[in-house]
Each structure stands twice: as C-alpha cells, then as structure tokens.
C-alpha cells in the first residue's frame, strides 16, 4: 500500500466515525431508516475500501436531499439507541475503485429488518458514510493546529537564544571584572561621613510655640515731601500656650526709629535740659502680655499692649484698609494718637449673647504715654470698647470707645469718646469713626468715611474722606488748623492677605493756613 492510498484509507475512516457522532450525520442516518443501528464489525478487510468508496456519494445524496419535514418516525416509542462500535482491520493493500463504476447504494428501510445480524455489509455502510466537507474542515483544523504548534516552537526557539545571549554576556563581564581586579586596583575604603552640624532644639517644656511676623516697605512720593524708602514695620511676634487656661503674647518691631524726648526747665534765664528719654516712637518692644482664659466670655490680660480705643485703632497693622491708618490716630504730632498706642495695665475682654456683643476693657497707666516704662502719677485712666454685631443684620457691626482719667483738675483732665460702624455687603464695604478728645482745656474732633468695592478676587478699590482738627478753638497756625485729606486707592491681593501691595494718592488740605499737597503711597506688605 502507497503513502497515498494509506492516507485516503484513514480519513475515510475518520470520516465515518464523525459522520455517526455529529449531529448533521446522525440526522442523515435517521433519514435513511437507522435509528437504532446496531454495532457492526468488518468481517473483509479487502471489501472495506472499496464499498467505502461506492457507497460515498450515495451517502452524499441521501444527507444532501434529506428534509426535517419528511422524516418518518415509527408509532412505537423509540428504544435508546445502541452505542456504535466501528472495528477496522487493515487490509494489506487497498486498491481505489473509480468514482464512475460505483452504483449508488440502495436506501435500507428500517422496518424491512427491525433485528439486523451482524454482515459485512452493515459496517462498510456505517463506515463509508463520510462527507467530502467534514473531511475538509478536519484537514483544516488539523493545519491550524500544526500552525500553532509552529508558532510556538518558534517563540520557543527565540527565548532561548535570548537566554543564551544573557548566559554569554554574564560569562564575558565575570570575565573582565576577574582580569582588572588586583590588590593593586582594590577599591579604596569610603571615607568616613563628615559630622553633621547639630540640631538645635527649643525645649518649650511642653508649652505650644507660634511665629508671627508683618513686613512692609514704602515708597513715597509728593509736593513738599522728600521721595523716600521707608522700612515701615518689621515686626516679629512670638506667642505660646501653657496649658489650657494661659497664654502669652511678644511682638517687637525692629524698624522703629530711635528717638529722644528732651525735658527743659529755665534757670536764670537759660532754657536747661532737666530730663531726657527714648520717646514712645522708638521702643522696640511693643506687645508682652500674659491671657488667663477662663471661659469664652472672659479672658483677663496683664501686660503691655493696645489700649481698646478705637475701631480701626486695634486692628492689625497687616489688614488695614489704606496703607495709613485715619488722621486722628496717625496724625501724633499735632496732638492726634486717639488709638494704636500702647500701655501697661489690666485688661478684660470676652463675647457675651453668642458672639452678637464684644466687650474689652481696663486701667492702665496712662493713654500711650507710659509705654516701656513705669507711671509717673498715680492716676489710672479707664480705657474701654462695646461693639453689637445683630445676627439679624448680617454684616453689620456699631459701638463706641471711651478712655477717662481719675482726676478731677481740668487743668489735667483727658477724655476721649468714641462712636463706630461698619457695614458689610457682598463686594462692598462702609466704615465710619467719629473720635472727640478733649486734653485740659484743648479740644480735638477727628472723623472719616471709607468706602470699598472688591472689583475682582483680588483687586478692591477704596476712597476715605478723614477730617482732623487739633484745636477746634482756632485755625490760625500750621499746629491747630483742620486738615481734610482725600484718599483713593488701589488694593492688589498677590497672595491672598498675605501679600498685598497698595497704592494710595492723599490730596491734603488746610484751609487757607497752607497750600494743598499731593502725596502718593506705595505700600509692599507680607504677614504670615
């Protein structure tokens, strides 16, 4: 038997065997009357070919013109069918009949022989039952599967060359690191590390430490004014807990210009410096205070710090609304500082009414004038601030301020009494102060009007109307005329509060005493 007629001899035989087990070939053979076939046997293994090969278009036909609609199923219920046994001997040779001399093989009724015995003829039936298309698609898996089994031998193959070429490059690097290394070429020993620089810790005993600072720089400019820098502050704050109930407040400021108040008296006719000390302009320290807080509604301090006076007189330097505070607390020269001085004394505050009211009060040694240094009297002015926030009108906010001295000499007597509010609605912002003072028989008044609008995130504009006047007895000299200046401006919020720049232009006037003047501020600030 040749190659070729080995091979045709097996796929017809595997042909047969699909042909009973799928469910196309099942279906043909119950067309042709074998619903229950029985197993069969080839008795001939010579005959087995060859009435394979003439009964395979025979096949071919009944699967090919067999309808589901004329099946004819028997009227008694179907016996389970036989399992199907096909035994096939090798012939030792097989010759290929021609397709032309094959006769179609008549179609076997199942009823003519319900009980088939076992002949040669049944199994070449079942056997030679082989479509040409079943055929086909096992030839096709078998080249798909023997591709894939290609492919993977060829991956195979390409990792392992991989390895090899890894093992190879190993080998060739152990072999030059073994050739260079010598005693002579020993890697020298790593130097020890430098000594770090140590570590400086502060030991606050288990108190909480926090920094503070504000830093602003001036440039300004204007008729009858010297174009200037000017480090305005530098201050440094520190502050910490001890415990829950105590707390404690320093803030210096560096940038305090150094200065001297001079006491004369008269001998002989000869004016004589009597007393000399630093004047309150230049004392570095500012704050140092220590808070007990009992409760929300009332903290008690002792210390040195800013009396309550004035709204915008004990607001932080780093969030005003202008790069200079109003002309009755700026304005010392002339008799003004009704706010944002400082003094040693006793002070309470707290919140009462949830929140709604604010109150601060003490005595101190004076109104300002006894900053960094003891009384020189023994009268302790009172020095107090009530401000009403209504929940009912968000926003908004009014109160007053008032300092008043023990004594009774008018000669002596220095009040102040002070009236505030302030109103705050989506981008705009109203403020307003009037400040009446009154030392011996010298009587003060200062006012002002501001009004701000945000104009986007980070730019606001602002306009103040700030009035003035030393002496309001007379107007005659440059020291007791009203000044009336109108400031407007431009704030820049580069990081938030904590950088901002403004630009302020101040138009001042004094009456007809002096010529108007011009000035223009320029404010750089950080806070933290």
Known sequence: MTTKQKFVWVVAVLAGVLLV?????????????WPNAAPTTVADPAVAPAAAATAAPAAVKAVASTKPAMVKKPAEAPKPAASKTVAVAMPATVATPAPA??????PVSAAASPARKETA?????AVSVAPVALASDLVQALQQQSQVLTRLATELETQRQVIANQQQAIKTLETRAAATSSPAAAVPAPKAPAAASPIVLVDTNGAKLKMGGLVQGWFTTGTGAIDTFRLRRTELKLSGEIGARAKWT???DPAKSLGVSNTYVTVNGFRVVSDTAIGQGGKVLQDAFLSLMYSPQLTVELGQQKIPLSMEGVQS??????????????DKARGGGFGDVRDMGV???GKLVSGQVEYAGGFFNGMGESMNDVDKNDEKPFVGRLVIKPKAVKGLQFGGSMARASSSNDATRRDRSGFEAAYTRGIFTAKSELMLAQDGAVTRQGYYLFGG?????????????DVFDPDTRSDATAATVAERDWLGGVNWFIAGPSVVLQFDY???????????RDVFITNLQTSW
């Open 21 to 33: 087990n799928h469910p196309a070939g099942a279906q043909a053979v119950k067309s042709e009357g």
């Open 250 to 252: 320093v803030m210096f």
């Open 121 to 125: 003829a049944a199994p070449v039936a």
């Open 101 to 106: 001399a094959a006769a179609p093989s008549a």
């Open 347 to 349: 002070l309470a505050r």
């Open 317 to 330: 330097s780093g969030k005003l609304d202008t790069a200079e505070r109003a002309l009755f607390m700026a």
């Open 453 to 465: 609008a945000k104009l986007s995130k980070s730019i606001e504009a602002v306009f103040r109307h």
């Open 506 to 516: 101040v138009r001042k006037t004094f009456a007809s005493v002096q010529a108007p």
